[in-house]
Every structure is written in C-alpha cells, then in structure tokens.
C-alpha cells in the first residue's frame, strides 16, 4: 500500500493532543476535589464500571482517528485489474512468409483459426482491436466488444511486402489511447528520463514469423508502449523447417511478397523457406514493456499460448484509491465509541422503561 498525501498522517498528533488534554483535566479536577471521611461509602454508592468498560470506548475512538488520518492521506493498493475493463490489441502478421506451408496448411490460415478462437473465447465486455502489418500497419478494427466485426477482419487479412513490427506496436499504442485517457498518443513527446508510466490494464500481442524489415525498430516502439505502461507479449510463430510458400488467392493482395499475386493462385510458387523468427528481438520487446515472449511452432501451440493470454494480462495489478473504505471504517470506529461511552456512563434506571 501506498500514500498519495503522506503528509496528512500529521493528523494523527490530534489523538495524543487529545490524551494530554484529558490528563492534565483529571490532575485538575483531582486538586479540586472535596475530601470525604469515608471513600467507601461514596464508592459504595456509584454504579459499578470495569476498567475495560473504561478503556474500550477510548481505544476505538482512537483507532478510529488513527483510520481517518490514514484515509487523509490517500491510500493505493494493488488490486487485480476486471478482465471487461482492459483493452487487448491484436497486432497480427501479413507478410508474405505467412503463406509457407510448414503450419499446414499455410501460416496466414492457422493464425487466423487461432485469432478467431481466441476472439470468440473472450467473456461479454472485453474489448479488443485488430492491427495488421506487413510493409507498413494499419489499424483495422478499434478497441469494440463486436466480435463478429473482428472474426470478419480477420478472416480478410491479405499478404504483401514487408514486416513492420515496430510500426503495428506504434498504432497499436494509438488505438489504446483513443479509449483510455490515461494513455497518451505516440505523437506526443513525453519527457525525457521519465520513469515508465503507471502500467495500465491494456495490453498489446504481436504475432509474426519474421524479422523487422521496414519501419520503426521493434525496440524503439517498445520504449515508447513502455513509457505509456502499456505490455507487449510477443509471439514467434512458425518452425525452422523450410517449406513451400502457398497462399490461396484470396490471401494475396497486389502487392504481394514474391511478386505479382497471379503466381499465388492454386498452390506453391517456387522456392522455399525458412523460419526468420528475430527471437532476440522479440524477447528484448516484451522484457521492455513488462510483457513475455512466447514460441509457436504449430497451430495448436499457437492456440494454447493465444488461450492462455488472458490468465496473464488479467492478474496484473493495478494501484487504485482505497480512500472511501478507510473513511468508513474510521467513521465506524468512531461511532462505536460514542456508543459504548454512552451505553456505559447512563445512569441507573435509565434504559427507557417505566415502572
């Protein structure tokens, strides 16, 4: 836990103040005091009142006091983060290596099966965003709890030229700070030397089987998600045996990787390749930003990591204001003070009943 206004505890003088104040009022009223020849008699005559009965009253109402002066200062605790308030970005690769067959049938087909599964899987409320990236990236859905939206972008994705992976962390970053105010946009220059941001509840997934090749370094968009407190988790899809490269032609835009996309159609398209997954690159993202790399050789590692995200992103912790329980609290002990000091002292008879 930890205090916003720690200087406000300064109101815990109040109670010693108060202590002292009592003391020095029964020294005084102990000097004015009539001497009695017999103390028995009188003690004889007063109602019976334990020393707890005495005590009880004052430590409430200074545990009381002691709560109130802490909720003054504004307490935060870490609290785990709902999963319907944070936004997940997609940031999905559609390079033309996304067509190679060692994920059968092709790359681009499995990370659409997985995206849609994941999508789908996702509990009413939780907003996601799609990013897709190959030469340059694009936002293709924003953050929205429409999941049919997002299965039918996904099922449009199309390969072209390139890999920009620093680029999809970029507008990924864009599309989080069009929801959440917290969260300033990569056009805004923040300080230099400033400790990373408060680490929201939002979180980016990069998928991609190659390396950076055009663009901003992943590196560099990974200080700036950083800054923001935003995580990365990376994922390296593909294996290292080289394979076919076929994509059907709905798969390929115009400006496709190997040239004109006609040579896509029905089937292979000569060459073959390997996995040129940039691990270190990718591990350096996610260790950045507070996130986790993780490697999908097949369909179904892609499927399990994609479904096991959501136990990751949602048990991070977030500070939030817990003011308004202490206040209560402190309130509570207090009344109960003032109760008891009343219910105790009443004189006998008292209890509201007539004889």
Partial sequence: MSLTWPWALAALLVFPALLGYRWWTRRWRRRETVRLPSIALVRAALPGRSRWRRRIPLWLFAAGLVVLATGAARPQASVPVPANSTTIMLAIDSSGSMCSTDVPPNRLTAAQQAAK?????????????????????????????????????????????????????????????????DVPPTGVELPVGVAPGEVQ????????????????????????????????????????????MVCNPTQVSGDATFGDSSRFGGGGFGGRRYQNIDEPTLREVADLTGGEYY????????????????????????????????????ALLVLAAVALAQWWTRPPGSSGSKP
Avoid: C, H
Wanted: aromatic content about 4%; glycine content about 8%.
């Fill in 295 to 330: 490697q999908a050789q097949d369909a179904a590692e892609l499927s399990r990591v994609l479904r096991d995200l959501p136990s990751n992103i949602v048990l991070q912790k977030r500070d939030m204001e817990i003011t308004g329980w202490f206040a209560l609290a402190g």
């Fill in 117 to 181: 599964e994941f999508v789908e899987s996702q509990p009413e409320g939780a907003r996601i965003g799609l990013v897709t990236f190959s030469g340059n990236a694009g936002l293709l859905v924003e953050p929205t709890e429409d999941k049919k939206a997002l299965t039918a972008a996904i099922d449009a994705l199309r390969t072209a030229r390139g890999t920009a992976i620093g680029l999809a962390i970029l507008a990924s970053v864009d599309a989080i700070a069009e929801v959440n105010v």
């Fill in 201 to 244: 509840a939002d979180t980016i997934v990069v998928l991609t089987d190659g390396r950076n090749t055009q663009g901003v370094d992943p590196t560099t968009a990974a200080e700036q998600a950083a800054a923001r407190g935003l995580r990365v988790y990376t994922i390296g899809f593909g294996t290292t045996q080289p394979s076919s």
